[in-house]
């Protein structure tokens, strides 16, 4: 992978100012990890809105189609008269219709996370642990030197506490 | 016909309700409690017909007696005027049967001939039929009953034996119903004939206070017998909107005004 | 309210956070050792062992009986399912409301949840009479080509036990990854292996931390009307039959605020044993209990509510067989129970009204397991006064639950203690961002003007 440049902020508001800098600076693949989410980081770093609202309405809907078809397919399927009721007794098939609409939102909720925050991590990616405990990280790939010490120079100036290099040293 | 065209016309018929109109039989049992003695014989002909377990003292005094049939006695009334009121009490093989519906494996259901079949293989042992039944009268099998020998030898070939976890209830002595169908058959396809099939109990009571028949046939012995007895006729719980297909003749009360 | 220290005395910081709380998962006592296997030996002899003979002899080893059919193994089944409503419930709520104070306690009360669904679960095996084939009730294509009866309550019952189950693990392992994360920067050896594969390489990049926010909030949008129904479909067993007693409509919210009534109370139970083996002192406090005792308060007037409309409509009804039900309840077999019950679910939590009550916290202990006594007799009365007393009178009858039941019961509790004594060494029991995110930006000063650590009591 190229080289990144790694900026560890203590405060979350240095990293943000950093991160608009460099995406001024044309350095647009540019992230921030932080142990929690920072506020206002959407705006700074263009992230569209999720597409996993689609996946969760997607997903309901086609969870209430397979409840009911489960339901009430079975029932015509096999024949088996009980109580005197009609073949497909619609009160009692709306509920398997809503517990499925619901049990396959919630599944489709999952894989649309997975798949829209390109989890699990197959290959090796840019990281540092102090992300996870309280430093707020500011990574920008880099593809040659000169973009490097354009990069290392906007992190230095924003006040980064620590500068590092991640990956093959150009 | 293809798949489509079978689901179609199946859909079709059972759709509508009252389907159960269009059944092959309607097996009705009409009970004359002014008739009835109490002297039980009904029940010891089910426990013999129906291979019912014998529980032994020990379960029994724990309220775990099986009796498909069981007499009800009701006390009326302070001493010394006490009246006591005894009804026969079995499965009512209901047209709305509130066990059918929450069977969650499908181990009760209602059959073409209009009675309520309890399958005990497919049965899972949940219970909730017999919470759900309001006259109470599934039993269970709380553990694999035997019989001491040589009681083993009078059990009736044609019924199964349960093993435990496994609901049983009165049946109309579906065997009996079955064999007088084949029967039927054989003889090239007429229907059951009233009095060709009779359950044990109503076989067996003494004073032949319980008829069983058709109701679907105007001319059935069970059919007339509600027609001509309408003043006395009722069902049990009616109010609970179960269609019982057992019809109680109310006992003539010489006291009362 | 003091400020939260270290141990060394300064305010509390971020790294602080990562070290308490993954310092419980890598640190095991021999108090642990003895806990759990204490707990895991109650559960083979209490749970397993009577389960056994009861499927060896049929269900004739427990105290059931004619007409009493059902007894305290569907009981314990509502209990632990009742239980298992107020943690992932409450979380969902609390989060879609923006609470401060739910953070440090929401993922243990979410894996109360998911381990008395666990126990309910297997009730359902001990509570049939022919377990070996409970795998008839769910659907799948076979050669018999039979399918369940989709028309009834009890299978209502396994869609939605299954849909709460999956959604409660789902619910509380999406909250938990980037405490994987965390946890595994911070271990080594098979921990550091089970916390790579956990964590599917969590980074908190900003984009991840913006999917884990909206997937988090439409799953707890998703699953707050799926608990509310799980625990209405349970009470539709009972509702849905002709049992006088049992045939209301009240049913469903009697069940869902009884099931958020012992849940919370669980919460509070569990809240303490948390706070004093793991030293939690400074993550949950007096706040905490004070808001969960508030809730408490509030769900007991409520339940309190619902019994008196259950009474009254009972005996409003004017039929012979209600007014019957209801007098055995009250004044029969087992009114003790009964009178026990509105004891401790009524009347004493109306101590909760006072402030130094709910701040101090071995009373509210006490209390919530009172609560907890409280509902299991609750969800006993329910089962065994409702089926001694049906329309016909020459059907009454009795039922003593046996010790084989009893035991089981012990056992079920044991086997939830063991499976959370196991969560806790592998789930951060509290959750390191959630709280952090309380916690005001490292480097300033502590707590900031503005914003408060933890809610003041009012």
Known sequence: MAENAVGLFARPELALSAAEELVDAGFTATELMSPVPVEGVEEVLGRNKSAIKRFTFFGCIFGACFGFSLAAGTAVLYLHPTGGRPIITVPPFLIITYEMGILFGILATVIGFFISARLPAMSDRVYVPEASVDKFVVTVPCSNREEFDRAEGILRNADAEEIRAIGEVL | MSLVEQWRKSWEKYSKPGYYDEFDYAWTMSIDLDKCTGCEACVTACQAENNLPIVGEEDFSRGREIKWIRIERYWVGEYPNIKLGFIPMLCQHCDAAPCETVCPVSATYHNQDGLNTQIYNRCIGTRACAVYCPYEVRYFNFTTYHWDAPLEQQLNPDVTVREKGVMEKCTFCIQRIRQAKDRAKDDGRRRVRDGEVQPACVQTCPSQALVFGDRKDPDSQVSQMIAMEKSRAYRVLEALNTSPSVVYLKKVDDDAS | ?458
């Open chain 3, 1 to 458: 309210m003091q400020a939260k220290v270290n141990p060394v005395g300064e305010p509390l910081q971020y790294a602080d956070v990562n070290r308490d709380v993954i310092r419980s998962l890598t640190q095991t006592g021999r108090r642990y050792y003895i806990a759990l296997a204490t707990a895991f030996g109650l559960t083979i002899v209490c749970f397993f062992f009577p389960w056994f003979y009861q499927l060896y002899y049929g269900l004739g080893a427990a105290g059931m009986n004619h007409p009493g059919v059902w007894g305290t193994y569907l009981a314990n089944f509502i209990f632990w399912i009742g239980l298992s409503h107020s943690g992932t419930l409450l979380s969902c709520v609390l989060h879609l409301t923006n609470s401060t104070w739910r953070k440090a306690m929401y993922r243990s009360a979410e894996a109360m949840t998911l381990f008395s669904l666990m126990v309910a679960a297997t009730f359902v095996m001990v509570h049939v009479g022919r377990p070996w084939f409970i795998h008839w009730a769910l659907p799948y294509s076979n050669q018999m080509e039979l399918w369940p009866n989709f028309r009834s309550p009890l299978l209502f019952d396994v869609m939605a036990i299954a849909t709460y189950l999956t959604g409660s693990s789902i619910f509380i392992y999406m909250g938990s990854i980037p405490d994987f994360a965390a946890a595994r920067d911070r271990t080594a050896g098979w921990r550091h292996h089970m916390y790579v594969l956990l964590s599917m390489g969590w980074r908190g990049t900003d984009k991840e931390w913006h999917r884990l926010g909206w997937a988090y909030t439409f799953l707890a949008v998703l699953i707050i009307p799926l608990a509310v129904s799980v625990h209405s479909i349970v009470s539709w067993d009972f509702a849905m039959s002709l049992v006088p007693a049992l045939h209301q409509t009240i049913f469903a919210p009697y069940f869902v605020v009884g099931a958020i009534y012992s849940g919370t109370a669980g919460i509070v139970t569990v809240m303490f044993v948390l706070r004093k083996s793991m030293n939690f002192e400074q993550y949950i406090t007096e706040v905490h209990f004070d808001n969960l005792g508030k809730l408490l308060l509030a769900l007991s007037l409520m339940w309190t509510y619902i019994n008196i409309v259950e009474l009254f409509t009972g005996w409003y009804s004017g039929t012979s067989a209600e007014h019957e039900a209801l007098k055995f309840k009250l004044f029969g077999y087992y009114a003790l129970l009964y009178w026990e019950m509105i004891l401790f679910c009524a009347v004493a939590p109306l101590l909760l009204i006072s402030t130094r009550f709910r701040t101090s916290l071995v009373p509210m202990l006490i209390l919530s397991i009172a609560i907890n006594i409280g509902m299991y007799t609750e969800r006993f009365l329910i089962v065994a006064t409702s089926l001694s007393r049906q329309y016909l009178p020459d059907a009454w009858g009795l039922y003593v639950p046996s010790l084989v039941e009893i035991s089981i019961l012990v056992g079920s509790l044991a086997m939830f203690v063991t499976l959370f004594l196991l969560f806790v060494k592998i789930f951060p029991s509290v959750s390191m961002y959630e709280v952090k995110e309380t916690m005001g930006a490292p480097g300033r000063e502590f707590p900031e003007k503005g914003t408060e650590l933890w809610p003041k009591t009012q």
